[in-house]
T-cell receptor
Framework: DAKTTQPPSMDCAEGRAANLPCNHS???????VYWYRQIHSQGPQYIIH???NNETNEMASLIITEDRKSSTLILPHATLRDTAVYYC????????????FGKGTRLHILP | DTAVSQTPKYLVTQMGNDKSIKCEQN?????MYWYKQDSKKFLKIMFS???????INETVPNRFSPKSPDKAHLNLHINSLELGDSAVYFC????????????????FGPGTRLTVT
């Protein structure tokens, strides 16, 4: 079972920041938070990951609360091409641990 | 310059047949995976290989047999296909995480839509 809880769907106006929340209250100290997205029926695409510090890359920012029990993915200026299902995942670093995808959040970007 | 490629993209076949899906990555990664996405869109891992060694083998019927001829290829062979095997199958690859603190992302292929009639 997925170790994360996400809202099933969200809307965001084009050009605005999209803030996608994720709860992972049972996260352990060595588990990372990953975000992937799946556009239509394409293969999932990696977005960002972090352990406890906030992270930013060219696609998004990841804000992790101090207790690490929740996080928020921020797409700073959402475009129509950001319409996708976004998956929040927690996993440890070793090769024997697997990524478990939950149901994700379906993000609709509104023109 | 496709990083992770799969063939075929679509596969329609009848129950009882045997089929294979091929996957190749040109990223130099050591680890490759197979995932299944069913009609409800749940994405579940099936297998992972690291340098041709089987690492993760989820509870998958033994009709499914992954084969890794080299670390750039991971093929999926399915015997005696059943209606429930209809799904989209994704291949993925990542760098090997050799020690704590490394956490590499997975790169996914475009998927193979398998329809069993």
């Amino acid at each position: 079972d997925a170790k994360t809880t996400q809202p099933p769907s969200m809307d965001c106006a084009e050009g605005r920041a999209a803030n996608l929340p994720c709860n992972h209250s049972t996260i352990s100290g060595n588990e990372y938070v990953y975000w992937y997205r799946q556009i239509h029926s394409q293969g999932p695409q990696y977005i960002i990951h972090g352990l406890k510090n906030n992270e930013t890359n060219e696609m998004a920012s990841l804000i992790i609360t101090e207790d690490r029990k929740s996080s928020t993915l921020i797409l700073p200026h959402a475009t129509l091409r950001d319409t996708a299902v976004y998956y929040c995942i927690v996993r440890v670093w070793n090769r024997d641990d697997k990524i478990i995808f939950g149901k994700g959040t379906r993000l609709h970007i509104l023109p | 310059d496709t990083a992770v490629s799969q063939t075929p993209k679509y596969l329609v076949t009848q129950m009882g047949n045997d089929k294979s899906i091929k996957c190749e990555q040109n990223l130099g990664h050591d680890t490759m995976y197979w995932y299944k996405q069913d009609s409800k869109k749940f994405l579940k891992i099936m297998f992972s290989y690291n340098n041709k060694e089987l690492i993760i083998n989820e509870t998958v019927p033994n009709r499914f047999s992954p084969k890794s001829p080299d670390k750039a290829h991971l093929n999926l062979h399915i015997n005696s296909l059943e209606l429930g095997d209809s799904a989209v199958y994704f291949c993925a690859s990542s760098q090997e995480e050799k020690f704590a603190g490394q956490a590499y992302e997975q790169y996914f292929g475009p998927g193979t839509r398998l329809t069993v009639t």
